[in-house]
C-alpha cells in the first residue's frame, strides 16, 4: 500500500497540492483546484507523489498535456495513464542561437570554411532540486566526426545570459582542393548538425543533470550564410523505450481550460449596453441577458458572466428583481418558490458565492475547523454505529455542533452583504404580493437561498467553498452532512418538521429542535438580512481574514546590525493589517497597518537570483517577500493592491529592483531614499471581494452567443411564427419562453448584429496578428505546436475566405 498525493504543476512549478490519501492504491482526492494562469506554459503537468518519511518523497509518474490539446479534454472526466519520469521527459525553456558561415583562405591558398555558433541566451529552464546552474555543450556532428565545446557555468539562474561564440572548422568540396590527389573525401556540410546540450551543473557525485537539447542541420544555412532563431528546448531520443507505460496506473482528471482573448472596451459597448438595460426591458423575457438564459444548454453558463457583468456595474439587483418577478407571477403553487434550476435562481447562487464568499467566512470557518479538528463521533443511525459507540452520547454530540452552527447563522444577519440583501428584500416583496393568504411565503422565498443554497451546501462539502484546505474524511463528512440536513430543515421553517425526513432516526433526532424558538430565531434572522433601509456596514465592522500562508522574507533592517537574511514566516492580511510571525498562531513579529503600504509590486529575478519575488512599499523602507510559485505570487500580490487601493498616499513611481550595496540595482541611483523609476501598476478597483474585469465577461457573453447562433435564429423564428399564427405552435419552438414577440424579435436582431460585429473584428485581428508573426522569433520559437497548428488553422481559413 502507498501513501499518495498529486501535484498540479505549470511546465514544472508546482501551484497546487491535494491532501495525501494513506494506505491506498486507487486514492481518491475530490478536489477541485482554480486559478488564473499569470505566464505562459507549455505543459499543464500533474505528479503522483509516494510520500516516504525517511528520504525524499519519490515520483510514481506523472500525465502532462500540452497546452494545445487542453480544448481537446475540456471539462471532461477523461483517465490518463500515467508516464514514467526522468530527465528526458521533463524538459522546458528556449534557447537562442545564432549561426554564421564564413570563407577562410589558409596559408596555403585552400579555402575552408568556418563555422561561429553564438549562444545567446536561455529562458525558462527548469528548477532542479530548488538550483540551476546551468551551462550549455556545443558539437558539430557528422558521419565521420563529432567535436563538442563547452559554455561557462552561469550561477544561481533560469534564465543565463551566455553569449559565447564557438568556431568549428568545416570543409567543403570545392574546386581548390581537388587539387591534392591525396586528399580523402570531404565531408557534405549539409550532412552536419549542430547539436546544443543544456546541463544543469551538480555538485553531487551523481553527475550533471541534462536539461534538454536541440539540433539544428546546417542545411539551414543554404539560403544566406547567416541565421539566428529561438528554439524550444527538446527532450533525448532515446532509442530504448522498454518501459510500457500501462505499468504505472492512470489518473482521472476533468480540466476545465478557457482563453479570452479581450478587445478595448470601446468594442464591446453595443453588447454591453444592450445586456445592462436588461433590467428596464418590459417584459424582461424580451431582453438581452434572458434571451442569453433561455439559448445556453446549461442556465449556469449564462448566469456566471451575466452575473459579474452586473455585479462590476451595479445592475444586479434590478436585473435579479426583474427576472424574480417575473418568475414568482408565473409560480402556481407557494410552496415550489423558487425550487426549480431556472435562471433566476442561478443568477441569485452565482450573486450569493462572490458577494457572500467572505461572511460565510466569518460566520461558520471557525465552527467548521473545530470540527474537523475535534472528531467526535456523531452518527445516530443505529445501523451504522461502530463497537464501543454509544448511541446518546453521540446524538449529544451532534446535538452541541447543530446548535451552535445554528447559533452563529441566526446571529450573523447583521453582517450579511448589503447586495445579498437588497435581493432578498425584492424577492420578499414579490412573494407576499403574489401569495397575499399564505403568512409564510415571505420567509420560504428568502430561506430557499439563503439556508438550501449557501449555508447548508457549505456546511455539506466546505472543502468547494475554501471553508477547509483539503476534502474531509469519511467521518468528519458523515457529522457535516447529517448537520446540514438540520439546518436545511430549520431553515426551511416547513410546517411538520419530522415528517419531511425519509429516515427515522433524523426524525426522532429533530425532536430536539422542535422547540419554537428555533423558529423564532430563523424568522428574526430571514427579517434582518431581508429588510430594506439596513445599517451602515462601516459601523460593525470586525478585521476580516482576506488570506494567509508561509512564505519567505528577508529582513527588512529595521535594527541597525543584523544579518539581512532570508527567513521562512506565516504572513497574515486582514483589512485591517499586514503581518507575519514564526508560525500560525504566535505573537506577530511585525505589523504593518494596511494605510502604510503605499505600493504592492514585482521584484526583478536578477535582485537576489530569486524567482516569485515581490516587494511591500512602505514609508521607510521596503519588505521583500518570495512567495511559493507564480500563482500564489500573483495572487498575494493583486489582494495587497486591492486592499491598499485607497490609499491617499499611493506611490506613482517605484523601484522594480532591490537597494544592494549602495545603490538601486535598477536605476543606480546611490540614495535610498531615491524616488523610484518605473511606472506603479494596478489600477485595480477598490472594492476588496470583487475584482471584475467588464470587457472579459462581455467577451464571454459573446462568445456564447456566437457559439449557440443556430438557436438564436430559431428564436427568431418562433417569435415570427407566434406573432402571425397563434395556434398551436411547432415542436421545436415550444421550449423557449417568449411574453412578447415583437419585442423579443426586437432584441434577438440587436443582438445578431452585435454578435456578427465582434466576429469580424476577431477574424481581423487574427489575420493581421499572423501577417505580423514570425516563426522562430522569441514568442513563437521553433517546436512551437501551437504557432504550427495556428498557422494550419489559418491557411485554412485564407482557403475558405477566398
Same mark, same amino acid.
Request: with cysteine; glycine share 4%.
Given at each position: 500500500m502507498r501513501d499518495c498525493y498529486c501535484t498540479v504543476n505549470l511546465d514544472q512549478e508546482e501551484v497546487f497540492r491535494t491532501k495525501i490519501v494513506e494506505k491506498s492504491l486507487c486514492p481518491f482526492y475530490g478536489e477541485d483546484f482554480y486559478c488564473e494562469i499569470p505566464r505562459s506554459f507549455r505543459h499543464l503537468s500533474?505528479?503522483?507523489?509516494?510520500?516516504?518519511?525517511?528520504?525524499?518523497?519519490?515520483?510514481?509518474?506523472?500525465?502532462?498535456i500540452q497546452k494545445e490539446d487542453l480544448q481537446k479534454y475540456h471539462n471532461r472526466d477523461t483517465w490518463f495513464q500515467l508516464q514514467h519520469v526522468d530527465a528526458d521527459s521533463e524538459v522546458q525553456g528556449k534557447v537562442h542561437l545564432e549561426l554564421r558561415l564564413s570563407e577562410v583562405i589558409t596559408d596555403t591558398g585552400v579555402v575552408c570554411h568556418k563555422l561561429a555558433t553564438r549562444v545567446l541566451e536561455c529562458q525558462g529552464l527548469p528548477i532542479v532540486n530548488g538550483q540551476c546552474d546551468p551551462y550549455a555543450t556545443v558539437t558539430l556532428a557528422g558521419p565521420y566526426r563529432s567535436e563538442a565545446k563547452k559554455t561557462k557555468v552561469k550561477k544561481k539562474t533560469n534564465n543565463p545570459q551566455f553569449d559565447e561564440v564557438f568556431y568549428f572548422e568545416v570543409t567543403r568540396p570545392s574546386s581548390y582542393s581537388r587539387?591534392?590527389?591525396?586528399?580523402?573525401?570531404?565531408?557534405?556540410?549539409?550532412?552536419?548538425?549542430?547539436? @546544443?546540450?543544456?546541463?544543469? /551543473?551538480?555538485? %553531487?557525485?551523481?553527475?550533471?543533470?541534462?536539461?534538454? =537539447?536541440?539540433? *539544428? #542541420? !546546417?542545411?539551414?544555412?543554404?539560403?544566406?550564410?547567416?541565421?539566428?532563431?529561438?528554439?524550444?528546448?527538446?527532450?533525448?531520443?532515446?532509442?530504448?523505450?522498454?518501459?510500457?507505460?500501462g505499468d504505472l496506473g492512470s489518473l482521472?482528471?476533468?480540466?476545465?481550460?478557457?482563453?479570452?482573448?479581450?478587445?478595448?472596451?470601446?468594442?464591446?459597448?453595443?453588447?454591453?449596453?444592450?445586456?445592462?438595460?436588461?433590467?428596464?426591458?418590459?417584459? @424582461?423575457?424580451?431582453?438581452? /441577458?434572458?434571451? %442569453?438564459?433561455?439559448?445556453?444548454?446549461?442556465?449556469? =453558463?449564462?448566469? *456566471? #458572466? !451575466?452575473?459579474?457583468?452586473?455585479?462590476?456595474?451595479?445592475?444586479?439587483?434590478?436585473?435579479?428583481?426583474?427576472?424574480?418577478?417575473?418568475?414568482?407571477?408565473?409560480?402556481?403553487?407557494?410552496?415550489?418558490?423558487?425550487?426549480?434550476?431556472?435562471?433566476?435562481?442561478?443568477?441569485?447562487?452565482?450573486?450569493?458565492?462572490?458577494?457572500?464568499?467572505?461572511?460565510?467566512?466569518?460566520?461558520?470557518?471557525?465552527?467548521?475547523?473545530?470540527?474537523?479538528?475535534?472528531h467526535k463521533p456523531c452518527e445516530i443511525d443505529p445501523v451504522k454505529l461502530k463497537d464501543g459507540e454509544n448511541l446518546e452520547s453521540n446524538m449529544e454530540n451532534l446535538r452541541q455542533y447543530v446548535d451552535r452552527i445554528f447559533n452563529v447563522i441566526t446571529k450573523s444577519g447583521v453582517s450579511c452583504p448589503t447586495v445579498m440583501c437588497d435581493i432578498f428584500f425584492s424577492l420578499r416583496e414579490a412573494a407576499a404580493k403574489r401569495f397575499q393568504d399564505d403568512l409564510d411565503v415571505r420567509y420560504t422565498a428568502v430561506s430557499s437561498f439563503i439556508f438550501l443554497r449557501f449555508f447548508a451546501p457549505a456546511i455539506l462539502s466546505p472543502n468547494l467553498f475554501q471553508l477547509t484546505p483539503h476534502h474531509t474524511d469519511p467521518q468528519t463528512s458523515r457529522t457535516l452532512t447529517l448537520i446540514s440536513k438540520t439546518i436545511q430543515t430549520l431553515g426551511s421553517l416547513s410546517k411538520s418538521k419530522s415528517a419531511s425526513f425519509k429516515e427515522s432516526y433524523m426524525a426522532a433526532?429533530?425532536?430536539?429542535?422542535?422547540e419554537q424558538k428555533y423558529a423564532d430565531a430563523v424568522k428574526n434572522f430571514l427579517d434582518l438580512i431581508s429588510s430594506s433601509g439596513r445599517r451602515d456596514p462601516k459601523s460593525v465592522?470586525?478585521?476580516?481574514?482576506?488570506?494567509?500562508?508561509?512564505?519567505?522574507?528577508?529582513?527588512?533592517?529595521?535594527?541597525?546590525?543584523?544579518?539581512?537574511?532570508?527567513?521562512?514566516?506565516?504572513?497574515?492580511?486582514?483589512?485591517?493589517?499586514?503581518?507575519?510571525?514564526?508560525?500560525?498562531?504566535?505573537?506577530?513579529?511585525?505589523?504593518?497597518?494596511?494605510?502604510?503600504?503605499?505600493?504592492?509590486?514585482?521584484?526583478?529575478?536578477?535582485?537576489?537570483?530569486?524567482?516569485?519575488?515581490?516587494?511591500?512599499?512602505?514609508?521607510?523602507?521596503?519588505?521583500?517577500?518570495?512567495?511559493?510559485?507564480?500563482?500564489?505570487?500573483?495572487?498575494?500580490i493583486d489582494i495587497l493592491t486591492k486592499v491598499s487601493q485607497c490609499n491617499q498616499k499611493r506611490l506613482t513611481v517605484y523601484h522594480p529592483s532591490a537597494y544592494l550595496n549602495g545603490h538601486w540595482l535598477c536605476c543606480r541611483a546611490a540614495s535610498d531614499t531615491a524616488a523610484g523609476c518605473s511606472p506603479c501598476t494596478g489600477g485595480l478597483p477598490a472594492n476588496i471581494q470583487l475584482d471584475i474585469d467588464g470587457d472579459r465577461e462581455t467577451e464571454r457573453i459573446?462568445?456564447?452567443?456566437?457559439?449557440?447562433?443556430?438557436?438564436?435564429?430559431?428564436?427568431?423564428?418562433?417569435?415570427?411564427?407566434?406573432?402571425?399564427?397563434?395556434?398551436?405552435?411547432?415542436?421545436?419552438?415550444?421550449?423557449?419562453?417568449?411574453?412578447?414577440?415583437q419585442e423579443t424579435y426586437k432584441t434577438l436582431k440587436q443582438v445578431i448584429a452585435g454578435v456578427v460585429a465582434l466576429e469580424q473584428e476577431h477574424a481581423q485581428y487574427k489575420r493581421d496578428k499572423f501577417k505580423k508573426t514570425k516563426y522562430g522569433s522569441q514568442e513563437h520559437p521553433i517546436g512551437d505546436k501551437s504557432f504550427q497548428s495556428y498557422i494550419r488553422q489559418q491557411s485554412e481559413v485564407s482557403t475558405h475566405s477566398m
Open positions: 500533474f505528479y503522483v507523489f509516494d510520500r516516504d518519511v525517511f528520504r525524499r518523497d519519490s515520483i510514481i509518474g506523472k500525465v502532462a587539387k591534392s590527389h591525396f586528399d580523402f573525401e570531404d565531408e557534405d556540410v549539409d550532412k552536419l548538425e549542430i547539436r @546544443v546540450d543544456l546541463w544543469n /551543473a551538480s555538485n %553531487l557525485k551523481f553527475g550533471d543533470e541534462f536539461l534538454g =537539447e536541440l539540433r *539544428i #542541420p !546546417l542545411t539551414v544555412l543554404r539560403q544566406s550564410s547567416s541565421y539566428e532563431a529561438w528554439y524550444f528546448l527538446q527532450p533525448r531520443d532515446s532509442g530504448s523505450k522498454s518501459l510500457k507505460p482521472r482528471l476533468n480540466v476545465v481550460y478557457t482563453e479570452d482573448h479581450v478587445f478595448s472596451s470601446d468594442y464591446y459597448s453595443p453588447l454591453r449596453d444592450l445586456l445592462l438595460k436588461s433590467a428596464d426591458v418590459e417584459p @424582461v423575457s424580451a431582453s438581452a /441577458a434572458h434571451v %442569453l438564459g433561455e439559448v445556453c444548454r446549461e442556465k449556469q =453558463e449564462a448566469a *456566471i #458572466p !451575466l452575473v459579474r457583468l452586473f455585479l462590476h456595474y451595479g445592475r444586479v439587483v434590478p436585473f435579479i428583481s426583474a427576472i424574480a418577478n417575473a418568475e414568482v407571477q408565473r409560480t402556481q403553487d407557494p410552496n415550489t418558490i423558487f425550487r426549480g434550476n431556472s435562471l433566476t435562481s442561478k443568477c441569485i447562487d452565482e450573486t450569493m458565492k462572490l458577494a457572500g464568499m467572505q461572511y460565510l467566512h466569518v460566520t461558520l470557518k471557525p465552527t467548521i475547523e473545530e470540527i474537523c479538528q475535534s433526532f429533530y425532536e430536539f429542535f422542535n465592522e470586525q478585521p476580516i481574514l482576506l488570506k494567509e500562508g508561509f512564505m519567505i522574507k528577508r529582513a527588512q533592517g529595521r535594527k541597525r546590525f543584523g544579518m539581512k537574511n532570508f527567513k521562512k514566516r506565516w504572513f497574515r492580511l486582514t483589512n485591517h493589517e499586514f503581518t507575519y510571525q514564526r508560525n500560525k498562531g504566535d505573537q506577530p513579529l511585525c505589523s504593518i497597518p494596511i494605510e502604510n503600504i503605499l505600493a504592492v509590486e514585482q521584484l526583478e529575478e536578477e535582485s537576489f537570483k530569486m524567482k516569485n519575488m515581490f516587494q511591500v512599499i512602505q514609508p521607510e523602507r521596503a519588505l521583500y517577500i518570495q512567495a511559493n510559485n507564480c500563482v500564489e505570487a500573483k495572487a498575494w459573446y462568445s456564447l452567443f456566437n457559439s449557440y447562433m443556430s438557436k438564436l435564429e430559431k428564436m427568431q423564428e418562433a417569435c415570427g411564427s407566434r406573432s402571425v399564427y397563434a395556434g398551436p405552435e411547432q415542436e421545436e419552438y415550444s421550449t423557449f419562453l417568449i411574453d412578447d414577440p
